[in-house]
Structure formats: C-alpha cells, structure tokens
C-alpha cells in the first residue's frame, strides 16, 4: 500500500514562514511528479505548486516568489516552503504525486490526508 504523509502545518503570523513536507511510503518502484494542492471550505482545490521528477518547477501566480518546492528523491519526499505569509494562504495543504506501485506496476496519483496552515495574527 502506498501512503503520503504531510507534516509541517500550523499556525503561523502574517510575514511568517512554515515549511510543508510529504513523505511518501509503502510499496512502490519510483515517483514521478509531485505537487501541493490547497483548499478553503466552500472553494475548488487549487494547484499551488508542482514539481516533476526531473525537478523542474511551476507555480500558482498568488506564490510566486514567495513558496518553493523541491524534493529529495532519496528520502522520496517533497517539501514546500512557504515565507511572506498573508492570511489568504490560510488552507488545508494537500500533498499529491504519481507513484508507480510494485504490485502491479501502474501508475497512479495519491494524495496525503491533508495539513491545517492558518495565518493570523
């Protein structure tokens, strides 16, 4: 069974910063692209930055500048930095990837249960 296991989440003061990672687990070959999602109750998931295997990178335009992605193959983990915190980045943060599963050898997506990041002061 493979698993995705976000950590990192909190509450944090406008200009702050929190880091998000997501540990990927179970029984799998290799991870092709991973990304973090957002979601506020009431709105649609919303993409906020991607990551391929190769370690090339996109951005949702509200991040710019302010978060970066990156991941660590060895450690099958991603993570993504967050600084310059405005309380409309409050969400719960959302891990996602695209694994290839050994009992099968098919590739799937998962996605990690979810983290609270709220910014207020």
């Known amino acids: 069974q493979v698993q995705l296991v976000e950590s990192g989440g909190g509450l944090v003061q406008p200009g702050g910063s929190l880091r998000l990672s997501c540990a990927a687990s179970?029984?799998?070959?290799?991870?092709?692209?991973m990304g973090w999602y957002r979601q506020v109750p009431g709105k649609q998931r919303e993409l906020v930055a991607g990551?391929?295997?190769?370690?090339?990178?996109n951005y949702a335009d509200s991040v710019k500048g302010r978060f970066t992605i990156t991941r660590d193959n060895a450690k099958n983990t991603v993570y993504l930095l967050m600084n310059s915190l405005k309380p409309e980045d409050t969400a719960v943060y959302y891990c996602?990837?695209?694994?290839?599963?050994?009992?099968?050898?098919?590739?799937?997506?998962?996605w990690g249960q979810g983290t609270q990041v709220t910014v207020s002061s």
């Open positions: 179970g029984s799998f070959f290799s991870i092709n692209a």
């Open positions: 990551i391929t295997s190769g370690g090339n990178t």
């Open positions: 996602s990837g695209t694994l290839q599963r050994r009992s099968d050898s098919r590739w799937s997506s998962y």
